[in-house]
Nanobody, 120 residues
Framework: QAQLVESGGGLVQPGGSLRLSCAASGFTLDFYAMSWFRQAPGKGRERVSCISSNDGRRSYADSVKGRFTMSRDNAKNTVYLQMNSLKPEDTAVYYC?????????????WGQGTQVTVSS
């Protein structure tokens, strides 16, 4: 069964860091552009980053640019989201998703999400 499983969420103080992981099973991430999304309570879903499959090019939402870094390790079939200088407004459930290209809006796979809470 193909699936994505996120991990690494938790409670962190403002200014702190977390690294999220998204591990794939049942399929190979190599051929997919991978995205991280987040959804805060009462708000819509926001894509925070994407990494392409072919050249590893990354894009970020303005709200996280300079603070978040996305990477992929195809050997481990896993993508990561390093989040630094976290702010209370980063609090959300974070999801990873797989699509053919970063500009595709149809996603083949979604993870179940991991909660990130930034609070003192």
């Amino acid at each position: 069964q193909a699936q994505l499983v996120e991990s690494g969420g938790g409670l962190v103080q403002p200014g702190g860091s977390l690294r999220l992981s998204c591990a794939a099973s049942g399929f190979t991430l190599d051929f997919y552009a991978m995205s991280w999304f987040r959804q805060a309570p009462g708000k819509g879903r926001e894509r925070v980053s994407c990494i392409s499959s072919n050249d590893g090019r990354r894009s970020y939402a303005d709200s996280v640019k300079g603070r978040f870094t996305m990477s992929r390790d195809n050997a481990k079939n896993t993508v990561y989201l390093q989040m630094n200088s976290l702010k209370p407004e980063d609090t959300a459930v974070y999801y990873c998703a797989a699509a053919t290209y970063c500009w595709f809006t149809n996603y083949d796979y979604w993870g179940q999400g991991t909660q990130v809470t930034v609070s003192s």
